[in-house]
């Protein structure tokens, strides 16, 4: 097939590449590199199935006839998002938008990256497809939480009305090599302070709970999805449920850092649990997680040691 992929230079958009290659494919990578970064396909530069395009998605253009368009262009961490809100709200609507209207054109299949933040601080617990969500639409995590809730309706719409063959994936705290080292995520902070030797942040008192994914799993839940007919949201990520003063304690381990853990405030509507119930994805996929979260920090920390060396 020949692909699209757009958030290309991103965290999983970069990994997503590097998997649709390998299974023979050619990808045609978009970015407008607002976060992401040419760093993450540089290992693609001699790579004769692969072209890269800089192009924003909220702008229309054409990429010529694909099979298949995977919708992975958003700024995902806090970090990014709080910064680039109206960007963010843009890429969620008009972006997404586009790339339906490419994948009606060429009648090409598609898959959207949405996220578990649509269940925003939940009411039920754990997380399945059917709960509707408990989402602040005003508060500062809206541009990104309401970015994706439109962008959900919209790829519906766009396979009731105008029969565009669509999936959608909510993906849930994600992890590994790529991860931006400063971007406001668990992980990424936790890793990098510990390798650091400087304190760990933990907001609020670190009982609040999320469910860490490492990437490679991701990414194969991903592909399971994108060869299925299933059209409604699947949940994609780890079901273990770790409070984050409990992963802190697991970074320091693993890093043999002896880093202090320090507490600041709870930003606003920060959500107190997060754990996916991916039944649906074990029945209809036949996933789930391979690797649990020690493995995968021992995985990411050559990575997190390279970024850390490459800023000194």
């Not at 997404?96 to 578990?116: G, R």
């Not at 668990?186 to 990098?192: E, K, R, Y």
């Not at 650091?196 to 490679?216: A, H, K, M, N, P």
């Not at 409990?246 to 890093?255: E, G, I, N, Q, S």
Request: charged content about 25%; overall charge negative.
């Amino acid at each position: 097939m020949r692909v699209l992929v757009a958030g290309a230079a991103g965290f999983l958009g970069s990994h997503l590449t590097d998997a649709l290659l390998k299974e023979g494919h050619e990808v045609l990578g978009v970015d407008n590199l607002c976060t992401g970064s040419l760093e993450n396909l540089r290992h693609l530069n001699s790579e004769p199935r692969f072209e890269f395009r800089q192009q924003d998605i909220c702008s229309q253009f054409d990429p010529r006839h694909v099979d298949y368009v995977f919708s992975f262009a958003s700024p995902a961490s806090p970090e990014d998002y709080l910064r680039l809100g109206i960007e963010t709200l843009m890429v969620g609507s008009a972006g997404t938008c586009n790339l339906l209207e490419i994948a009606k054109k060429y009648s090409a299949k598609f898959l959207h990256a949405s996220t578990s933040e649509c269940y925003g601080d939940p009411e039920e617990h754990p997380q399945t497809e059917e709960y509707w969500g408990h989402v602040n639409p005003i508060g500062p995590r809206s541009v990104y939480d309401e970015s994706k809730r439109f962008s959900e309706a919209l790829v519906m719409a766009y396979h009731r009305y105008e029969k565009v063959d669509t999936r959608l994936v909510r993906i849930f705290n994600t992890y590994g090599p790529r991860l931006q080292m400063n971007d406001g995520r668990v992980i990424s902070n936790l890793l990098t302070q510990a390798l650091r030797g400087t304190e760990l942040t933990i907001y609020g008192d670190g009982s609040q709970t999320r469910s860490f994914c490492y990437v490679s799993d991701e990414i194969d839940g991903i592909l399971r999805l994108s060869r299925s007919d299933e059209h409604s949201p699947v949940n994609i990520g780890n079901p273990t449920e770790w409070t984050i003063l409990d992963c802190a304690k697991t970074v320091l381990r693993v890093t043999g850092s002896r880093s202090s853990v320090v507490h600041r405030p709870l930003p606003q509507d920060d959500p107190s649990q997060r754990q996916p119930d991916i039944s649906k994805a074990k029945r209809l996929l036949n996933w789930e997680p391979k690797i649990d979260l020690e493995t995968g920090l021992k995985l990411s920390l050559e990575y997190f040691r390279s970024c850390i060396e490459a800023a000194a």
